[in-house]
């Protein structure tokens, strides 16, 4: 989708795949047909453009009409209130189904981040990350099927898959947004799930100049955890925005400057596992494991955990420019530049350790053990543990990311309903890390008595070590449970760039149809990315590596440099009053030596991926009467054809062998049909149909792999030398889906509307790890490094991703907003927006199937997504609070140290305020507003659930993390003039 071009929109939800709905259509159709001679194409509701006293807020679904390049339409609400006026404007007059936000103001978008603003929207929800909303899943897919636009243009990413992280762009220079739930066959660059765009502001679509500043304070209540790092509690937001108007009003000009600077204080808990030591549900009697002294028979103990206190704190500066220039009435081009730098620095110090039968310090031995009763089986919540050996880590990490998009359009409008439009655009993200941490532990090795209590459900616990860890003469650089290294130090860089062309061509037909949209475009998408690990040795320690070094002995202990020491880190959130802190970089410089040391998982970072995907489409726009019934909408085709492929390493485990190569190429037709029937005043009934696709994540898609021959010992082929390996998958098909989407929506009073839509979607292919019994390793390039072994044959087993037969999705979505004003007087200014998703999947083939307690739903998929807002806005006065919910939904599978189990992360509820208070136009301070926002008023905590395989095979699940960030006050000023 690019700017300049029709916009699209999108629906995706399913009703009836089945001769029913083909049947709906097919008469919707033929009505159209039969009453297309007789009856006028009625006109389309006006574009909502809203623009008022040089604030814009553009519509994301303005059509370009003949002759028209730029509209000057004003709104005469701004603030709350003018901001959902415009958001159920711009649903109402699309052709789709979807969702949108728009700008209070200039610089103003609802909430304090883009990422909250979406995650509000029925049918979306946001997964924090660092305790900020951060990513967004639509209609319970994970943020990877989801396609994100700037102005209408794909864009590069900074994580290693192709979810957007949305606190890369500045809310302050973002006027709105649109989340297109299904697609029509102009949309490029769409998500499987759906494809939010965001837009900056168009300066000729203001009546005249406009200048903006914005500046808040920011505050976080989770104390300063670490002394000495330079993160606090106190931060700031500051934005500048100047948009002019020249030239009789046909050159624009747009500059908008945003810098964000945030600290971030975090509270993280963890239990590393769960299990039965004694007894007949116990590992001494199903395991052959040893015997816990002190701890009695079938209970339920936490087998060891940790505690860190990490300090982050986030530094950016985003820079937008618009040119936009309208000579006259045909011509019309838009030049969209963005740029912006993140950076990030994180220090997290704590302490953990092992408290299980196989820890290597010896057998825990209990005393004074507290039970508490629970099923399956009794849970230990307190007591002391003797023979622990606390293991100190203390990690600093830096990351500097760099975002450049780049856009040009232009639009010729040859008068007689003939119009071309071509665009091109750039997108390039960099990411530079480097991430460094070091061991520490008792001196002398010896271990420590630990007072415990711990809760039965979510909440931080209480642990007392009989030592004080923050004394430099107790707690010494070491390796106190023989991990075969004494620190590690990572420097990865990623490069992500997208180059793209577009050309359509739009003219009349008539018929049931206005006009056709006939498009090509092509885009190159290139990902690469390297990743060097080192490991860190204390000064004068051997490393095992034969070369003159020695061996390594992991009970050496070194005091931490008396130049290096910081205050303590505290972590009296866990009972333990604090623990030794100091200068990583420093003392790794001074007092370690590295060498390099990639293992399988880091080799596999090293990888290149090149997609070029060229698309060309057509779509028919309808505008005709289905008897008196208004009907609009869209029928068209999308072409896209894939050449992926990927340069990666091979490996013998940690061994380099060589260098991969591999690729597919594939086409794909995608038909869409959207229709919107207005059957009365106000009220629309929409209908959608549609195949999308997406392509699979970049980390499935890299032919990193891992193989080696061997001789088999048992079995039919004992004797044989065969193959077996692991890793990526270059040739994997793409996601694909069918969707049907039905909508009925209500609009009335100014600001108000309710709507009910359900949808299903199948899933025609879906992509899950499987063990390939035939794969030919000759035949992929692999090389054997063993020349002691040849193999039998080059066919062999091979775990990847692979196509599967999909699964399927359906749901409900209740949305709506009401104005008080329309019961009576007295609630004039009053005001509520609330909605509600019911969502559920399944799929039949899953890499977590064979898992205890693995999931059948989708990986991601939270089943019911709730949002309620109360406002109020009269005389200056502008009040919200805002509650968002999403229940609990299952994370990707994990390794527990060799208990296989997966993660669920449980419901999560959060409350933020908003108070302002505008200064009339008729006063001094005309243009002046003040800003409280509070966000995670309620301290929300995020918390997550291992589900596990006992012993005897009884599953259970217990608390895996519980995290807290605190809340976040802000407070501020805005000025317009």
Known sequence: MNQGLAPRMRLGYGMARKPLAAACIAALLASGIANAQDSPAPAKPAAATPQAQGQQTQDPNKKP??????????????????????????????????????????????DASIAESLARL?????????????????????????????????????????????????????????????????????GLSGTVDLHTIKPLDLPKR????????????????????????????????????????????????????????????????????????????????????????????????????????????????VLEWAPGEHYHTTLDLYYSTFNERKYKNGVQWSSSPYNSNGLPVYSNVGITPALPYPIVTSGTISNIAPILQNEYSKEK?????????????????????????????????????????????????????????????????????????????????????????????????????????????????????????????????????FFAWLNGNGNGDGVGNGPYNHAMGVPVGSAFLRGPT?????????????????????????????????????????????????KFNIDTHLGDVPLRGNVGVQFVRTDQSSTAVQTNGDALVGTLKGGVKYNKFLPSLNLVAQIADGQYLRFGLAKTMARGRIDDEKVSSSASVARVTEGPAAGQVLWSGSGGNPQLRPYIAVGTDLSWEKYFGKSSYVAVAVFNKNLLNYIYNKTVLDFNFDKAGFVNDNPTLQPTSP????????????????????????????????????????????????????????????????????????????????????????????????????????????????????????????????????GLSLLLQVNNLSNSAQKTQQISGLPNNVQVGRPLDYVTWGRTVMFGLNYKL
Do not use: C
Request: charge should be negative.
């Open 570 to 618: 505290s972590l009296s959130y866990g009972g333990i009053p604090g623990i030794l802190n100091y200068n990583v970089l420093d003392a790794l410089g001074s007092q370690f030596y590295l060498t390099q040391r990639n293992g399988q998982s880091d080799w596999s970072r090293n990888y290149s991926i090149t997609e070029k995907v060229p698309v060309a489409y057509a």
């Open 401 to 533: 990311d760099k975002l450049f998009s780049a856009g040009w359009n232009h639009q010729y409008d040859f008068g007689n309903g003939w119009v071309i439009t071509g665009d091109l655009s750039y997108s390039m993200a960099k990411k530079r890390l480097r991430d460094a941490y070091l061991f520490g532990g008792l001196a002398g090795n010896p271990t420590t008595d630990v007072f415990f209590r711990t809760p039965t459900g979510d909440d931080y616990p209480y642990f007392r070590p009989g030592v004080d860890l923050t004394n430099p003469a107790n707690v010494v650089f070491t390796d106190p449970d023989n991990y075969g290294y004494n620190g590690r130090e990572e420097f990865d860089k990623q490069k992500d760039t997208i180059k793209a062309a577009r050309f359509q061509v739009s003219h009349p037909v008539g018929w049931i149809f206005s006009t056709v949209d006939v498009g090509v475009a092509y885009s190159e998408r290139k990902k690469t990315k390297q990743a060097d690990v």
């Open 65 to 110: 009409a003949p002759g028209q390049v730029s509209n000057l339409q004003e709104v005469v609400v701004t603030g709350i209130r003018g901001s959902i006026e415009s958001s159920i404007r711009a649903k109402q007059n699309s052709d789709s189904i979807i969702e949108a936000i728009s700008a209070e103001d200039i610089g103003k978008l609802p």
């Open 795 to 926: 066919i062999g087993s091979f775990t990847r991703p692979e196509n599967g037969t999909g699964g399927r999705m359906e749901g409900l979505e209740l949305s709506g907003a009401f104005e008080g004003g329309l019961i009576t007087q007295a609630l004039d200014g009053f005001g509520v927006q609330a909605n509600f998703s019911l969502t559920n999947s399944s799929i039949p083939e899953s890499s977590v199937s064979s898992i205890p307690g693995g999931p059948k739903t989708l990986p991601g998929l939270s089943r019911k997504v709730a949002n309620l807002a109360v406002y109020y806005e009269k005389y200056g006065w502008s009040i919200r609070v805002a509650e968002r919910y999403r229940s609990s939904f299952t994370g990707e599978a994990v390794p527990l140290f060799d208990q296989l189990g997966y993660v669920k992360v449980l419901a999560d509820k959060q409350t933020d305020l908003q108070i302002g208070y505008a200064f009339a136009d008729d006063t001094r301070l005309n």
């Open 210 to 321: 406009a200048i903006a500043i914005n500046l808040r304070g920011e505050h976080t209540t989770n104390d300063k955890l670490n002394p000495g790092s330079g993160v606090g509690d106190m931060g700031h937001r500051a934005s500048f925005s100047y948009i002019d108007q020249f030239l009789d009003h046909t050159l624009g000009v747009a500059v908008g400057f945003a810098q964000l600077d945030s600290p971030i204080q975090e509270k993280q808990y963890q239990a590393w596992w769960w299990s039965v030591n004694n007894g007949s549900a116990g590992i001494e009697q199903n395991w052959g494991g040893p015997h816990t002294p002190g701890l009695p028979d079938n209970v339920l103990s936490q087998e060891g955990m940790q505690l860190r206190a990490q300090s982050e704190n986030q530094l950016r500066n985003g820079l937008m420019t």
């Open 122 to 190: 029925p049918g979306l929800a946001t997964q924090r990350v660092d305790g900020r909303a951060n990513v967004i899943s639509i209609r319970g897919l994970s943020p990877d099927f989801a396609g994100t636009t700037l102005n209408g243009r794909e864009q590069a990413t900074i994580g290693e898959n192709r979810g957007v992280e949305y606190d890369q762009y500045p809310s302050e220079l973002i006027s709105g947004a649109a989340v297109y739930k299904t697609p029509d066959a102009s949309l490029v660059g769409q």
